[in-house]
């Protein structure tokens, strides 16, 4: 899919090598580096359809990508720069916050929740997304609630606050669950498909992608029980940079307010994605209404 602004974009799909210019990020303001250096890096994933992912050719696409290359445009526009590079740089659940702390990226752009937690060591944009941690399930395996995982296998991703909710849903019921650990969704899903693990715990929105995308979506099921309260998403950014960090909200804010969030949102979830036209067909929550209307910060 192709995504259209108004800037010239030349893309990199691989990580700058450490002696080059994007190291000094780490020790110069993110909007002074850029200006130097006419290019800003964004970290995605391969496989978090439909929000960061990679296609068969090679491009980087997704919701979080496409808010990421409007940012990319306003940033350009903020420091009167006639063009702006973006570099694309594979980024997993594991490595995504030392790629930002060292600056070898300088916005992260796919799925991760914002907590407490995780704002001691890196920031985060105005939410652009609301979810919560369910599991899902072969239909035949008769799995509906929490309980009735005690004394099976389960998967989750390493890195993610999935399976730190897992691991404490785990103790605090005596469960007595295997946690499988998958480094990647697709492939925490995959032990699911192939048999060996009863569940997978992910966000919901992210287990419909893998359902979506499944060989046999109709064989699936997610729990309508989750494993806490709806968090949002955030794009990650390094701590205390606070004028970049501005500009970034500035542009996410003028995409919400005025609508133009709907045409993104209704491409990536109420339409066939690339590359093979599977559609989630999920429409925009009323707790995401609200909060594009009036974008503020996490801070729970």
Request: hydrophobic share 40%.
């Amino acid at each position: 899919m192709q995504i259209a602004f108004g800037s010239v974009l030349s893309v990199a799909l691989v990580c700058p090598p450490f002696g080059s210019p994007a190291a000094t990020a780490a020790e110069e303001g993110t909007l002074d580096k850029i200006a130097r250096t006419k290019t800003i890096t964004i970290g995605y994933r391969s496989d978090e359809v439909p929000f960061a992912y990679r296609t068969p050719d090679g491009a980087a696409v997704g919701y979080t990508v496409e808010l990421c290359n409007r940012i990319a445009d306003h940033v350009r526009a903020t420091l009167n720069l006639d063009t702006i590079n973006i570099d694309y740089v594979l980024a997993t659940a594991a490595t995504r916050f030392l790629l930002i702390k060292t600056g070898k990226i300088d916005l992260e752009c796919s799925a991760t929740t914002n907590n407490a937690e995780r704002r001691e060591q890196v920031a985060f944009s105005y939410p652009h997304f609301i979810t919560a941690t369910r599991f899902v399930a072969k239909k035949s395996s008769n799995l509906r609630e929490i309980k009735d995982l005690a004394g099976r296998t389960v998967a989750s991703t390493t890195g993610t606050v999935n399976i730190e909710q897992l691991q404490e849903r785990n103790r605090a019921d005596k469960l007595n669950i295997s946690i499988m650990l998958a480094k990647q969704n697709i492939e925490g899903f995959s032990f699911v498909e192939n048999n060996r693990a009863s569940a997978f715990v992910m966000d919901g929105v992210l287990l419909a992608a893998n359902v979506a995308f499944s060989k046999a979506p109709q064989e699936y099921m997610i729990s309508s029980e989750t494993f806490g309260p709806p968090e949002p998403y955030g794009i990650l950014l390094r701590k205390n940079d606070e004028p970049f960090r501005a500009v970034v909200n500035d542009a996410l804010r003028t995409i919400f307010v005025s609508g133009e969030i709907d045409e993104i949102y209704n491409r990536w979830f109420m339409s066939p994605l690339p590359p093979d036209g599977r559609n989630f067909n999920l429409p925009m929550s009323s707790e995401l209404k609200s909060a594009f209307r009036d974008p503020k910060e996490y801070l729970q």
